[in-house]
């Protein structure tokens, strides 16, 4: 693939990896290719949208990635404070600044930002860049190439959102799907949504009746479409419900966090 081909070209130009991941689908957004790449570079692991999910399942992500050995932070790209990423930078690269320091120059750090599709990256360089110079968007390939942004100490190598050519198992095209990182045009809405409920009901069904007035979800999901219909109003002229509607909302509204705090997959 070419994204993936034009990252292994440019990771020889940089000194650390970002690895922007977002924090609803831990397992679903490290993309295997990329493991394989990275595996001589200090990477600092960012579980990007924490605002999205509940605190203490991150916190066990967080610690079972320590017990790995791995660097990872968790963040809101949205509004973060940008000492945060330079400073566990500085300490993955501790090594080059150092050597630079001992003859007294002083140099960049520079890091390649990488991810599935729309897990934050464009949205974390802005952030810490302090402009909103990377263009950005809740929909998967809106970086089409690769750009450097600088501030003081670290440039930063943006990079167009990746997937891989097979998903090890249908779950994680599911997910990577309800996060935004593939292509809505391919899918199908409404099975994708069937799907979406049938994985969180059991878990998270307080949220859903606050948002779709449901009381509850059983096995027959295209019940629970239809009643999500009617409960909402979302009726089409003649009185059928609109469940193409109904689907659209659904996907929307937990891509913006407005069903509440989701965790797709825990640690
Ligand atoms: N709720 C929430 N939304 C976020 C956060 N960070 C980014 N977003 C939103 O996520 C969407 C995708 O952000 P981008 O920065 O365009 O993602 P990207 O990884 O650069 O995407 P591609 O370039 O398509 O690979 C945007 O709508 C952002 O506003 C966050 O921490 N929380
Ligand atoms: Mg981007």
Avoid at 150 to 178: C, E, M, R
Wanted: hydrophobic share 40%.
């Amino acid at each position: 693939m070419k994204a993936v081909r034009e990252m292994e070209e440019n990771l020889s130009l940089v000194d650390a990896v970002v690895y922007v991941i977002d924090s609803r689908a831990i397992k679903s957004s490290a993309n295997p290719e990329f493991d394989k790449l990275i595996k001589n570079k200090p990477v600092l692991y960012i579980f990007n949208k924490s605002d999205l999910v509940e605190k203490n399942n991150l916190t066990a992500w967080i610690n079972k990635f320590k017990a790995e050995g791995k660097e990872a932070i968790s963040l809101v790209g949205t509004s973060l404070n940008p000492e945060v990423v330079t400073s566990a930078l500085k300490k993955a690269c501790a090594n080059k600044l150092n050597k630079f320091a001992n003859k007294g120059a002083k140099v960049s750090i520079r890091v390649m930002v990488i991810g599935v599709p729309n897990t934050g990256k464009s949205t974390i360089i802005n952030s810490i860049i302090g402009k909103a110079k990377a263009v950005t968007g809740n929909r998967p390939g809106v970086t089409r190439r690769q750009v450097w942004y600088s501030i003081s100490g670290v440039d930063f190598l943006d990079t167009p959102g990746t997937l891989w050519g097979k998903f090890q198992d249908n779950n994680i095209a599911l997910h990577l799907a309800y996060i935004g990182s593939i292509r809505g045009e391919v899918l199908d809405k409404q099975e994708l949504v069937k799907e979406f409920l049938k994985e969180i009901k059991d878990e998270y069904m307080p949220l859903l009746t606050a948002r779709y007035k449901v009381q509850e979800i059983g096995d027959d999901m295209d019940l629970a479409l239809e009643n999500i219909a009617k409960a909402r109003g979302w009726i089409v002229k003649g009185g059928e419900v609109d469940l193409e509607r109904t689907a659209n909302a659904i996907l929307d509204d937990f891509r913006n966090g407005k069903i509440g705090k989701i965790m797709l997959e825990k640690a």
